[in-house]
């Protein structure tokens, strides 16, 4: 099993930054991939980012040039810099995980992430 803390979240003006982060534990080592997706009100929930252990990144076509991904592998932890925020940023941000030798998804408990003046 593989437990998932997200941090990071809050209220910021357009054109702000926020930094998500995303603390692995239990089996952590085992995930393959991690990232964020985020759900909207009254919308799907969609990937926003995505990392590997090797570093391969893959992003929303509507965050790239914006958002980072980033991982530290020693530290079982993911982080998402966000930069030049919009309104239309704002949903919950769930932070994602996936191990490849069980196909398991995991999931954090979600972090809001609020852009407005």
């Known amino acids: 099993q593989v437990q998932l803390v997200e941090s990071g979240g809050g209220l910021v003006q357009p054109g702000g930054s926020l930094r998500l982060s995303c603390a692995a534990s239990?089996?952590?080592?085992?995930?393959?991939?991690m990232g964020w997706f985020r759900q909207a009100p009254g919308k799907q929930r969609e990937l926003v980012a995505e990392i590997t252990t090797g570093g391969t990144t893959n992003y929303a076509d509507s965050v790239k040039g914006r958002f980072t991904i980033s991982r530290d592998n020693g530290k079982n932890t993911a982080y998402l810099q966000m930069n030049s925020l919009k309104p239309e940023d704002t949903a919950v941000y769930y932070c994602w995980g996936w191990v490849l030798h069980t196909q398991n998804n995991y999931w954090g408990q979600g972090t809001q992430v609020t852009v407005s003046s």
């Open positions: 239990g089996s952590s080592s085992s995930l393959y991939s």
